[in-house]
C-alpha cells in the first residue's frame, strides 16, 4: 500500500513534462502499475505491449482504481491518462526523472546467483533504516528497470535495483538508468549461455554494471570468482574513479568476509567482519552460500551509509522469498511432516550445487526433485551430469530427475552409486507423482529447476497433498 507520508509519486504536469506526452485530465498518483492483477486504488495504469497488448486491459484498469492510464492511443473514454507516442520509452523517461529528482542512495546488483536473494537482504535493510524503495519480484529486465524507477518515490533515502540479462547489451543501458552510487556482482556461473556463447562472455555482460557507476562510486566484486581480475579491469575501465570493494575472500582492507557458519539444519548463524567490524547474523536458510550472500549484503549496506550493527540486526531471521530455497513443514495423509525447500523459480550449475549442499545440512533422509537447466548451450549435457558429485556429497537417497536433458544426470549417478534411488521422468507432473510415492515422515525434499522447466508444480502438488491431509483435522476442530 503506498505510504501516506509521501507526496504525490506522480502528477499529471509532471508526468507529461518527463514524458514528452500530453496530459488528458488533471490527476495526481501514488503508484504505477503493468498489472491489473495487483493494481491498487491510485495507480497509474501503464498499457505495455508484450506477449499481450496493455492496451486491451485499460477498462479493467479503471475498474479496479486506476487513477489515469498512460498509452499510446487513446482508448480512455472519459478517464484520464497520458497520450504518448510509444508507451515503453514514455516509461523510461519517467523512469529517468524519478532518478534525477531524487538525492537517494542508489545501489544496483547483477550477478549469475544470488542476485534477487542480495536485493531482498538489502531492500530488508534499508527499511530499517529510512523511506526505502526496491526492484519488485525480479523486475531486472528492459521494462523492469524503467517500472522501478519510475515507481521510486522522491522521498527515497536509499534504493536497491536488481539488473538482469539474457543476452549481449541488456545491462548497460538499465545500469546508465539506474546511476548507482554503488553496483556489485554476486557470482558469475555458466547460465544464459545460448544466448551469451561463453562464460567469459557472461562475465563482460555483468560487467557492465559498472558502465553506469557515478565517479567515485564503488564496485563490489567477489573475491573468490574465476573472473576476478578480469572484472576488477573492466570496473576500472568503465569507471576509473571507482573504489573497488570485495566480499567472500580474505579478510583486508576495503573488504567483508564471512569468518564462520554454524547450522542446525533449519536457522544458519554467520559470524561476519565487515571492513574491520566483526557482527552475528542469524538467517532462516541453510547453505554456506548465503554466508557470502550476507557478508555482500552488509558491506553495500556499510558503503550506503548503514551502520553494520544496526544492518546486521535488521537482517537477522531474513527468510528467502517463495521459490527461492524458503523451507515449509507439509502434512502427509498417513500423518507425520516432511520439509519442502522450494528452490524453484530458477537454476544454473552453480545455484543447483549451492542449494544441494544446504539440502546436505538439514537432519532427514533427502529427496531431491531436480528439472533441466536451460540455456546452457552446447556443454548442457556434461553440466547437467556434473551435478553428481553434489548430490553424492550430500547423501541424497532417492533423486527424480524431470525433462530430456537430465537424463545424462540420471546415468551419471546410477554409474556411481547404485544405492541411490534415481528414476528420470518427461515432466513436473510425473516428478510430483513420483516424489508423493516416496514420502515419509522426517524426510526433507529439494525441488529446483530452471523456472521454464516447470519444477514450481512440484511444490504446488505437494502442498495440495498437505492441505488434503489437513482439511478433515481443520474442519473437525472448528
Known amino acids: ?75 480512455l473514454g472519459a478517464h484520464p491518462g497520458l497520450l504518448v507516442d510509444d508507451v515503453l520509452p514514455a516509461l523510461e523517461k519517467l ?85 548507482p552510487h554503488l553496483a556489485m556482482i554476486t557470482r558469475i556461473a555458466p547460465a ?40 576488477k579491469r573492466r570496473a576500472l575501465e568503465l569507471q576509473p574513479s571507482a573504489e573497488v570493494f570485495t566480499y567472500g575472500g580474505a579478510i583486508e582492507k576495503n573488504a567483508a568476509s564471512a569468518i564462520s557458519y554454524d547450522t542446525d539444519g533449519y536457522v544458519s548463524r554467520i559470524v561476519i567482519d565487515v571492513l574491520g567490524e566483526q557482527v552475528t547474523v542469524t538467517l532462516n536458510a541453510v547453505g554456506e552460500h548465503w554466508a557470502a550472500n550476507a557478508a555482500l549484503a552488509l558491506l553495500a549496506a556499510k558503503i550506503a551509509g548503514v551502520s553494520t550493527r544496526q544492518a546486521a540486526e535488521a537482517l537477522s531471521g531474513y527468510a528467502p522469498p517463495a521459490g527461492r530455497g524458503v523451507a515449509e513443514p507439509l502434512t502427509l495423509t498417513q500423518g507425520g511432516e516432511v520439509t519442502l525447500v522450494d528452490d524453484a523459480y530458477n537454476a544454473n550449475p552453480e545455484s543447483m550445487r549451492a542449494a544441494i549442499e544446504g539440502l546436505g ?58 544405492s541411490i534411488r534415481v528414476v528420470h521422468v518427461t515432466g513436473p507432473a510425473e516428478a510430483a507423482e513420483q516424489v508423493k510415492s516416496w514420502l515419509e515422515p522426517g524426510d526433507v525434499v529439494l525441488i529446483k529447476g530452471s523456472n521454464a522447466s516447470g519444477m514450481a508444480r512440484v511444490g504446488l502438488a505437494l502442498r495440495q497433498m498437505s492441505q488434503a491431509a489437513t482439511g478433515p483435522q481443520k474442519a473437525s476442530g472448528a
Not at 404 to 416: I, P
Request: charged letters at 20%; aromatic letters at 6%.
Open 1 to 75: 500500500m503506498p505510504d501516506p507520508t509521501l507526496s504525490p509519486l506522480w502528477t499529471s504536469e509532471e508526468a507529461e513534462k518527463a514524458s514528452g506526452g500530453k496530459a488528458l485530465g488533471v490527476w495526481a498518483v501514488n503508484g504505477v502499475s503493468i498489472d491489473t492483477r495487483s493494481l491498487q486504488p491510485g495507480n497509474l495504469f501503464v498499457a505495455l505491449q508484450d506477449v499481450r497488448d496493455g492496451h486491451d486491459f485499460v477498462g479493467n484498469a479503471f475498474a479496479a482504481g486506476a487513477e489515469a492510464a498512460l498509452v499510446s492511443r487513446d482508448v
Open 95 to 179: 523512469g529517468l526523472a524519478a532518478r534525477a529528482r531524487t538525492s537517494a542512495t542508489c545501489a544496483a546488483v547483477t550477478g549469475s546467483v544470488g542476485k534477487t536473494s542480495v536485493k531482498e537482504m538489502l531492500a530488508r535493510i534499508f527499511r530499517a533504516a529510512g523511506h526505502a524503495h526496491w526492484s519488485d519480484k525480479s523486475f531486472n529486465n528492459h521494462w523492469g528497470v524503467p517500472l522501478t524507477l519510475a515507481r521510486m518515490p522522491r522521498e527515497t533515502e536509499r534504493a536497491i535495483f536488481e539488473i538482469g540479462m539474457n543476452t549481449p547489451g541488456e545491462i548497460a543501458p538499465r545500469s546508465n538508468m539506474v546511476r
Open 192 to 231: 544464459h549461455l545460448q544466448g551469451m556463447g561463453s562464460v567469459e562472455g557472461v562475465a563482460d555482460e555483468k560487467a557492465q554494471i559498472f558502465a553506469g557507476l557515478l565517479p567515485g562510486g564503488a564496485a563490489i566484486l567477489p573475491a573468490r570468482d574465476y573472473f576476478f581480475e578480469r572484472l
Open 361 to 418: 545440512r538439514r537432519p532427514g533422509r533427502k529427496i531431491v526433485a531436480l528439472g533441466e537447466m536451460r540455456e546452457l548451450g552446447d556443454g548442457s549435457a556434461a553440466l547437467h551430469a556434473g551435478l553428481a558429485s553434489a548430490i553424492l556429497a550430500a547423501k541424497v537417497t532417492d533423486a527424480v530427475l524431470s525433462g530430456a536433458e537430465m537424463k545424462h544426470l540420471a546415468d551419471e549417478l546410477r554409474a556411481r552409486d547404485a
